[in-house]
Structure formats: C-alpha cells, structure tokens
C-alpha cells in the first residue's frame, strides 16, 4: 500500500502537472458518447461511470483509510432507495426537485447511515471492522425483505426520471442525457474524493492506516479520522447509488448484498487499492470484461475468482500498481529494454492461459451438456468434445506456451534489472 | 411444553452443527490472527465430496474419508496460500480468504452444476428415533446431535489433556517463545488449519442430507458463523460453544412461533390503523416472528458489538 503523495504538488502549488489529468478526463468523458454512438455502449459507459464512484469511496475506506469494508454496498443501495422514493415524491407532486440535484440527496442519506453505523463501528479498524461490516451488511440485506414500505420486498422499488421538472427543457428522457448528468457527477466526486485525499484529515487516514498507536501519540484520535474517512466514504457511495437510481429507474434487494459489496471490493483490489487511479481503472477493467466475458462465456465468475485470487497472492499492488512498477524505468529512459523481454515472456504465457481455459472449457462442456451434445465452438473453432484429439492440441498447446515462458523468463528478469538498475548510466 | 421440548431438540441441532464451523474457525483465529472467511466453503465442500464418495462407497465412507480430503486441501490453503499473503499483513489475508470462497463456490459450480444434489440420509438411519406427542424426531438428528457432541469431547480432550494441545495454546499466546522452546510453530498452524477445516468438513457431511447440498449453502452459513464467533468472543472456545447453541435456539423458537406484532402493539395499548395500506407503520405490524427469525442473529450481534465489544465471553477486545 505505497502511495505515491510525497512527489505530488502542494496545494497552494498548483501546476499544469496536477491538473491537466483532469482537464484530459474531462474532454475523454465529452467525446466519448460521440465515438461510440450505440446505446449498447452508452449503456455500458453509464455503468462504468457509477461502477467508478463507487469504487473510488470504497478505496476511501480500503485503500486510504485501511478499512476492509464488507457491507459498503448498503450505503450505496440505500441511498438510491431514498432516491427512488424522491423520484416518486416528485412525480405525485409533493416536491419540486430538478433531478440533476437528486444524487445529492442520495448522498446524504448515505452520509446519515454512515454516521450511525460509523458511530459503533469504527472502533477498530482490521478484522474487527470487517466483521461489523458484514453484519450490518446483512442486517439490512435482511431486512429489505421485511420492510416492503421503504425496500419494496422481493420485486424492490421502481421510479421514472422523466417525471420530474425538466432541466433547460432537458427531460431525461434518453440514456445521452443521462450519460451526461453521470458524467458530470462523476467528474465532481472524483474531484472532491482526490481533494477530500488531500487535506489534513484524509492524511491523517493514511497515517491511522499505516500505524495508530503513532497517530494517537501525535494526539490524533484514531477513531475519529476512521469517523470522517467512513462518513464521506458512505456520501459518496449514496451519490452512486443516486446515480444509480437515474439510470436504472429501480433498486432491489440484489444492490444491498454481499455479492454486491464483495463485487466492489474485488474492483477496487483488482485495480489497486494503492493508488488513487487504482480504482478507476479496476471499474473500467471489470465493467469491460464483465461484458465482453459473459458473452463468450458462461465461466467468467471462475476466471474472474481466480485472477482475484492470483492478484491478493502476487501482485497485490493491483492493476495501479503493475503499471507504477514501470515508473523508475520509464523515467530513467530504459523502459525500451523491457518491450522484447515482455514479448517473448507474456505472449507465450497468454497462449498457455488461452489453452488452459480451453481444456475448463471443454471440461465443462463434458460434464455438464445434454446428453449427446458433443459439439462446441471453441476459439472460432468447432470441435467434438468427446474426441480425444482436441484435447491433445489444446494440452499440448499450453504445454509449450508455459514451456516458452519459463525459457524465457530469466531473460525478463535480467532486463527488468537492467532497467531499473541505479547508478550505472549504461 | 411437548412443542417446546422439540424445539429444544431442532435448536440444539442447529447449534451443535454451528458450533462445529464456529469451533475450527475461532481456533484458527486466535492461533494466527486471520478469520478464515472461506471456513464455510470448506463445509460445503465437505457436503459435495461426501455427496460424491457416497455415489460409489456409501454414506459412511464418505463420512471417512471426506473430512480428510477437505483437511489435506486447507492444510494445503495456509501452506501454499495463507503463509504467502501474510506478509502483507491481516486485511489482505482477509480479502484472501474472502476471494477464495468465492473461488471455492465458482469450482463447485463448475463441477457439480447449480442445482441442489440428491445428497440424502443413509438408510440405516432413515427411521423416527421416538416421537413426543405427535412431533416424530427422525434418528438422523439424534445422530448428528452425537457426532458433533463426540468431536466436542474429542476436541476438548485434545486441547486440555495432550502435550499437541498443550503446544497449541502455548502457541496462541506466545508464538515466538514456543519456536524459541524448539517447537515448529509454523506446522502447529498448518495443522490446526488443516484440523479446523477437517471440522468444516465434518459438519457439512452431516448436515448436507438435512439442509441441502447446493452451491449457495457456504455463504448462507458462512456469515451466521461469523456472528457466533463475534457474538462468542472472538478467540474463545466456551464463547463460541454458547453463542453457536443461543443462536441455534434463537432461530428455531422464532421461527416456530407465529406471533403477530399486531397481537404484541394491541397488547402494549396501540390501536391498528383502519387502513393498513396508508399507514406508514404497515410493516410492523403486519410483521410475524418467523419472519424477522433470520435477522435476529446480526440484530444480537449489533447490540453486543455496542453494549459489550469483547464478546460474551471473549477476553480480548472485539
């Protein structure tokens, strides 16, 4: 869990380097709806953008904070519920409230949660606060099914967003218009969450994290600065699950659970909880396999499991912190050494991972097709399942693949070395 | 009275098997530090390769041989897994955990299908034991009732009277001075991880004819145990006997009683609205008790959490 603050600028120093990242993320978030043009695709840009608020308030917690949180999606799910219910408010009648401001309320209804949970909770950090996480998760979870006035019950509570007052004549009526309210959303809680990382308080998280016992001989309460890392983190989260509400126009039971919080926090893991990009690119990353995975394949949760798993166990730096091992190198100029070692190490390893998904594949489709379906489309290949033969290839294909990579591994290494070697101008 | 009296029997059931889980668990958890949260795959794959030798060997084998291999595959899961990710520390080696129930729940599915395995009790044990008043209590509970009481003999006889037990509470509490005394701590852990995961093992071989052999059973578990552990004290093996047989009580009372919140509020002096459906109160009181039963384990462990942090009879600070 390195952070990388101590190059970053100073507030009162703020230069072209700080900004200019956000100014380029802003003009990607303009442009994009008008290089991909299909609603398919603004759908998906939709989900990312929510999927990305969210992660980013649960590294609040996880990556700055060092609370491993696993109920965050409460907070998320509550607030849209809330959000929900306002948008249905509106349409009787009862309140006059442009929908571009309803995420706000979301967040601070999650803010509301978050203090009361946040009140008992944040006691300790570790073990201890995942566990009350869970089980107030739960709790809630739970009790969806029980209060059917607020959670709707099994079917949950639905809305329409074009019911309330139009915006400068903009209706919500269609998903381009609603890309645009998520993206301005997005741009103003990423900015406030980086911001909200940057004064006294959100440094303070990260020396609570890193060791409280020397917090607390400063004078700082450790308990305290987990109070107010928890409390934006869950406003954010209702802001997510505001934005949320806009897009999908209904919150079930499904948003509040477990699966849903270990969801986000596999994101989060999976981009890097040491950085504050991390998070971001772990819900592009997700959002982009998720579609593209399920489609090809009805495995993808075991892929996704065990590249959870391979990353806690080796990288758990994450995504982020892959790409910020290349830092020294990049800077220092030899990063060009690394590309053909990279080339002639992960494209073999890629063949083998290839193959070996497709002996899982085949494998699955062994045990659990009809009975006297032997045929399956593999690669843009057919074959027989049942025959021999394609298990040879795909076995022996992944053989060599790994075969390859091991060769070529010490190569690697001793590039990487060369690399990242200080001191010698070779 | 006779209902309570089965009522008695189905809590004590519940709880005994939720002790099995939440014995190994809180072991595992004071000896290292790190709370196991794929402890409940582990029942669950003890449930499926039970399911499975069953297929070829019959119920008893599988009751053999099935905790073994689950041990053998935990053992193999703080060896090779566990040891690697705890140098980063105890929230990593949760998320580990937690990535591997998931991972353990995808295989399963992977394997066996999502559908619920025709997994059923033996014969020999299909028959009612006895019955009281009417309420028949078939054989198969009384022998769960057996086995998890005889690894609790079992268990507790080990821990207190053996010199491997004596090795291992030493171990708890002073790692370092029981390597520096010679012992090999680290195979004290991967032993007790393996034993603990056995115990998981055990119980979802017993309990997979009753409550279903699906691949949904991990996580439906899974968090109660956490609960019983918080709720027990973490770390404290008394504690997670009492909470495992409170919770199991719990449930079963709560969900056997159909009491209205209507009849309770009308009782307290409130009057029930004339049109339920307005009333921003519908909920409760349309609410039953079999209805909020489910919650009320995360609703006690909440209030011990703010009234008393370490547990009912924990000593450490939760």
Known sequence: MTDQTQNAPRFGGMNTAAVAPWVIAAAFLLVMPFIFTSNSAITIMNQMSITIIFALSYNMLLGQGGMLSFGHAVYMGVGGFFCVHIMNMVEDGGLPLPLP???????????????????????????????????????????????????????????DRTYGLPVFGVEFLQQIEVYYLIAFWLMLSA??????????????????????????????????????????????????????????????????????????LLITFLGGIGFFFGPILGAIVFTLLQTVLSLQTELWQLYLGALF??????????????????????????????????????????????????????????????????????FWVDLDSHSLVPWLVFAAIMAAGFAVMRRNLPELLSAWHSANATGDRS | ????????????????????????????????????????????????????????????????IAPVIVGVMGAGVERYGL???????????????????????????????????????????????????GNSIPAYKIFMIFVSLAIFMALLFVLTRTRVGMIIQAALSYPKTVEALGHNVPLVFMGVFGVGTALAGVAGVIAGPVLGTFPGMAFLLGSIVFVTIVI???????????????????TTFAASYNVAFADILTWIGFTMPADLDDSMWRDLWTLTMPQIGPILPYLLMVLILVFRPH???????A
């Not at chain 1, 089980?135 to 006035?149: P, Q, R, T």
């Not at chain 1, 800077?331 to 890629?350: E, M």
Request: aromatic share 12%.
């Open chain 2, 83 to 133: 040891r690697r990710v705890h140098q980063y520390g105890h929230v990593p080696e949760l998320i580990f955990t937690f990535g591997l129930a998931l991972l353990i729940e995808e295989l399963v599915q992977f394997l066996w299908g999502k559908n619920q395995m025709p997994y059923a009790v033996p014969e020999v044990l299909h028959f009612t034991a006895f019955s009281i008043a």
């Open chain 1, 191 to 264: 900015l406030l969450m980086y911001l909200f990382s940057r004064t006294p308080v959100g440094r303070m998280a990260n020396a609570v994290r890193d060791n409280p016992e020397r917090a607390e001989f400063l004078g700082y309460s450790a308990r305290w600065v987990r109070f107010y890392s928890f409390c934006a983190a869950g406003f954010f989260a209702g802001i997510a699950g505001g934005l949320f509400a806009i897009n999908y126009e209904i919150l079930t039971e499904e948003n509040l659970n477990l699966t849903q919080s270990g969801a986000i």
């Open chain 2, 311 to 317: 547990g009912l009879l924990g000593k450490r600070e």
């Open chain 1, 101 to 159: 401001l309803l995420p706000l309320f979301g967040g601070l209804f999650g803010l509301g949660l978050a203090t009361i949970v946040g009140a008992f909770s944040t006691r300790k950090a570790g073990t201890v606060f995942a566990m009350i996480s869970l089980g107030v998760g739960e709790l809630i979870a739970a009790c969806s099914v029980i209060v059917v006035a607020f959670f709707g019950g099994e079917e949950g509570v639905s809305g």
């Open chain 2, 232 to 250: 027990g004290g973490l770390g404290s093996l008394w504690g997670a006997l009492v909470a495992s047989l409170l919770i199991g009580w719990l």
């Open chain 2, 1 to 64: 009275m006779d209902l309570i009296l089965v009522n008695l029997i189905d809590g004590l059931v519940t709880g005994l098997l939720l002790f099995m889980l939440s014995a190994g668990l809180t072991l595992i958890f004071s000896m290292m530090g790190v709370l196991n949260f794929a402890h409940a795959s582990f029942y669950m794959l003890g449930a499926y390769f039970a399911y499975q030798i069953s297929l070829f060997f019959g119920f008893w084998m599988g009751l053999l």
């Open chain 1, 309 to 378: 798993v391979a990353t806690v166990m080796y990288f758990p730096g994450g995504l982020a912190g892959l790409l910020m091992m290349h830092a020294p190198a990049l800077r220092s100029g030899r990063a060009g050494r690394l590309v053909l070692p990279y080339i002639k190490t992960l494209g073999p390893a890629l063949i083998g991972v290839l193959a070996l998904a497709g002996l899982i594949e085949m494998t699955f489709h062994l045990r659990h097709a009809s009975l006297g379906d032997h045929h399956m489309t593999l």
